[in-house]
DNA sequence: GATTTTACGTA
DNA sequence: CGTACGTAAAATCT
């Protein structure tokens, strides 16, 4: 059946779609299925306060493809050469849109945007307003399928972000004039006076650079002084400079006098900012905004690159696509687009009330920076060392594997395993986890999976072997890192956490790890450096690290979230307590006591275990497979298990519904410290339990960071160096003897130790100190006998 | 050669 | 039906 265009003629929206499906097909209407892409159509218009009648809606093709396949109408798999039949339908859209003239089109999905207009990727026009070829003069925004919005719930918000735009756009036929002006590229002289002039009038200006891959050093650097217009110059070409020593120095001495006197506004500062230091010694004093920690701020939930902002926030062409064709244009768009999209992130800031996290976030950039450039230093010696050991026991173990399968088996090829454990040898199949019923079962051959078959063919002994030989080889990669010239590692610390673009891009506010693009040496990410390799990491001569981690942090915000009065006063004594009687309050024996009414003093080192592995997973929501898992017990068992927990528990599944029914309206959630969270996953137990553990995390990552920031501020100019972060732990390096190990600590406690408030609560976490010359190597210190000492 | 999937290290 | 993060190697796509 023949799907054809509804709503009214004089429209000034239309909305097109690629092709009919089943339920289409049948009621010979456009996005009718009421349980998929109609239904999330619907959602979208009304989102919008836009109803369905109001609209003109069509899809691209008129009939229904063979298995809901575009590619059916096109002769070639790349859908480059369409039949006749979408030939026609294509003719028939152009004469239609003729006819009706809308202000504006909507085109959902690729085949949408490419009937328009030619263009292939939606990704590199999202958002974006851009001219039909179809139909010269025609607007059209595109944006994502409905249907691809039900695969991926994520893209939902920002498809409503677009349709805004498109009913903003529906107001009139024009395509909006770019009044941008560029210089790209400037010569010396005009590039030079360009600066003076923003420096005399001390104007706010926007900074990026775009430099060599490696090392990252800039050969081009982009400069706009407001939103329409800017300059770029090449400081370096062929690799090598485009300047005499004079105009060199000339250059570096302008930049460093605007760092000084002028706000500057910048899209990922701790890049930028460093690598200006780090390369040319110019030091931006005032960076006014950083437009990724604004959109960070806002918008933790959706991409921060610029483009993906300036298709949000501006109404201009897109540029992204320049980026290989001409490098100095692009990078002054770059730099341009920087400046327009600070003022409505400004607005945006102000309108959500986000302003003290936002200038938060910033606070931290410096230390963050100089962090990542002054590294960690490493034992050399020891790693190559450790590195032997390592590789010594790699061969042992994989000889002893090799005679059991009497061939070269590449363990870490998932295929491979498969084949041969669940194929040649016949073990009962593992599966991974499903996200619903209705997906197919997918194979696993993963630690937890060789885990559970260790347990069920005990006489298979060499399964845990398999395990054994995988963990070294992944320690080998962390041991083989080479250190700088210099012998340290760098790290480059992401306050806008995850830069990866995961599924449902969760960033809760802890700073995020990976490899520094500046000075690549080391394993990239720090925070996941197993015990073995962080034995490498030392100190520098002469000095000894101080790490202080928060006691109990995650149980202790738990805790006060479900206001358990019982719990808080627990740890309020076990905070006052003085270190002997430290013994007396261990929450997991607590736990134990709660679980199986026993006296406390009479709980077993086994039951603490029980106990401290339900609380963990009790916060997060885990069930009896998780805690079987953990515990090494069966299933049934650990359903005693939970059951026993939450009896002694009540409070905490009470606390989950109230996260539920705070989540049901807005679906955000707001940390004791302000920071603001939109869930945008499929409403559901997996959104919950990422809601769930939002709260402490979040809090405790920012409350260490907020501790972080004041020790930076109050001792860092007079010496004291934080080298490591980890979300809930500081390092902190000194001079190695008594003095001063004490002064540090001192100095840590007094920042790290403030009170929070949750609800109507104010309480505190304990710290607990280590030291130690070797990360991996660390001993406790009890900040008491440092008093002691002084004394 | 580029992108996606699988697995795994830490908090 | 713990979650958050980044990276290496294998698998898969083009």
Request: hydrophobic share 40%; with cysteine; aromatic share 10%.
């Amino acid at each position: 059946m023949i799907v054809k265009t509804t709503g009214p003629p004089d429209s000034k929206i239309f909305f097109l779609g690629e092709a009919p499906g089943e339920i289409e097909e049948q009621t010979g209407l456009p996005f009718q299925n009421m349980h998929g892409a109609g239904k999330t159509f619907n959602l979208i218009l009304s989102q919008n306060g836009i109803n369905r009648r109001d609209v003109r809606i069509r899809n691209v093709a008129m009939r229904r493809p063979t298995a809901n396949n575009m590619s059916h109408f096109f002769y070639d798999s790349k859908c480059t050469v369409p039949k006749p039949e979408l030939v026609m339908w294509i003719e028939q859209l152009r004469m239609e849109l003729e006819e009706s003239r809308p202000n504006v089109v909507v085109a959902m999905g690729a085949y949408a945007l490419w009937a328009l207009t030619g263009m292939k990727k939606i990704s590199e026009a999202r958002g974006y307003v851009v001219e039909s070829t179809l139909v010269p003069g025609l607007k059209v925004i595109p944006t994502y399928h409905p249907q691809a919005i039900n695969y991926e719930w994520k893209l939902f918000p920002v498809t409503v972000f677009d349709v805004r735009k498109a009913v903003y756009h529906s107001n009139s036929p024009d395509i909006p004039k770019d009044k941008t002006q560029y210089v790209a590229p400037a010569a010396f002289e005009m590039f030079m006076d360009y600066m003076d002039n923003i420096l005399k009038a001390r104007k706010r200006f926007a900074f990026d650079i775009e430099a060599h891959i490696g090392t990252a050093y800039p050969y081009l650097l982009g400069i706009a002084d407001s939103a329409h217009f800017g300059m770029s110059f090449y400081n370096m070409k062929n690799n090598s400079s485009t300047m005499n020593t004079r105009q060199e120095a000339q250059l570096w001495q302008k930049l460093g006098e605007l760092g000084r006197h002028c706000e500057v506004i910048m899209h990922n500062a701790s890049y930028d900012k460093a690598v200006m230091w780090y390369h040319h010694g110019v030091l931006f004093e005032n960076v006014w905004m950083d437009t990724l920690i604004a959109m960070h701020v806002i918008f933790p939930e959706f991409p921060r690159d610029l483009g993906f902002v300036g298709s949000i926030m501006l109404d201009v062409q897109p540029w992204k696509n320049l980026s290989k064709v001409d490098a100095a244009v692009y990078n002054v768009l770059d730099a341009i687009r920087t400046f327009a999209i600070a003022e409505p992130l400004e607005k945006e800031l102000i309108k959500q009330k986000m302003e003290k996290t936002f200038n938060f976030e910033m606070s931290m950039l410096d230390p963050a920076i100089m962090m990542q450039l002054t590294g960690v230093k490493v034992d050399n010696e020891r790693r190559l060392q450790l590195l032997d050991e390592n590789a010594e026991q790699t061969r042992a173990v994989k000889l002893e594997l090799d005679s059991q399968f009497k061939r070269e088996i590449n363990f870490n090829s998932s295929k491979q395993m498969q084949q041969l454990l669940y194929y040649e040898l016949g073990l009962e199949p593992q599966f991974k986890r499903r996200k619903s019923v209705e997906q197919t079962r997918v194979m696993t051959t993963d630690a937890k999976a060789m885990k559970k078959l260790a347990r069920k063919y005990p006489n298979h002994p060499w399964l845990t072997k398999i395990l054994d030989y995988k963990k070294l080889l992944k320690l080998n990669g962390f041991l083989s890192a080479e250190p700088s010239p210099e012998g340290r590692y760098h790290t480059s610390y992401n306050i806008t956490g995850s830069a990866t673009e995961n599924e449902g891009r969760k960033s809760f506010g802890r700073w995020s790890s990976s490899e520094s693009i500046i000075l690549t040496y080391g394993p990239g990410n720090l925070q996941n450096v197993p015990p073995i390799a962080r034995k490498t990491y030392r100190a520098d001569d002469g000095k000894i690290f101080v790490q202080a981690d928060m006691r109990q942090a995650e149980a202790v915000i738990v805790a006060h979230l479900i206001g358990d009065t019982r719990l808080q006063h627990f740890f309020k004594m076990a905070f006052t307590a003085s270190a002997e009687e430290q013994a007396k309050y261990d929450v997991h024996k607590l736990t134990a006591s709660l679980m199986f009414e026993v006296d406390y003093d009479l709980i077993t080192p086994e039951m603490r275990r029980v106990g401290k592995t339900l609380r963990h997973a009790c916060s997060y929501s885990a069930g009896p497979e998780v805690v079987a898992n953990a515990l090494g017990i069966e299933i049934s068992e650990a359903k005693i298990l939970l059951n026993l927990y939450h009896k002694a528990n009540p409070l905490l599944k009470v606390w989950y519904q109230i996260i539920q029914n705070e989540l049901r309206t807005t679906r955000t959630l707001t940390t004791p410290l302000g920071r603001k969270h939109r869930f945008l996953d499929i409403w559901g137990d997996k959104l919950f339990r990422s809601a769930y553990s939002y709260l402490p995390q979040s809090t405790i990552g920012d409350f260490l960071n907020e501790s972080m920031r004041i020790l930076y501020d109050r001792f860092c100019e007079a010496g004291l160096e934080i080298v490591m972060q980890l979300h809930d732990a500081l390092y902190v390096q000194c001079d190695n003897n008594q003095e001063a190990i004490s002064d540090t600590m001192t100095k840590m406690a007094e920042c790290m130790v403030r009170p929070i408030t949750i609800g109507f609560e104010e309480f505190i976490i304990g710290v607990d100190f280590k030291v130690g010359t070797h990360w991996g190597d660390m001993d406790d210190k009890d900040i008491l006998e440092i008093e002691e000492v002084e004394e």
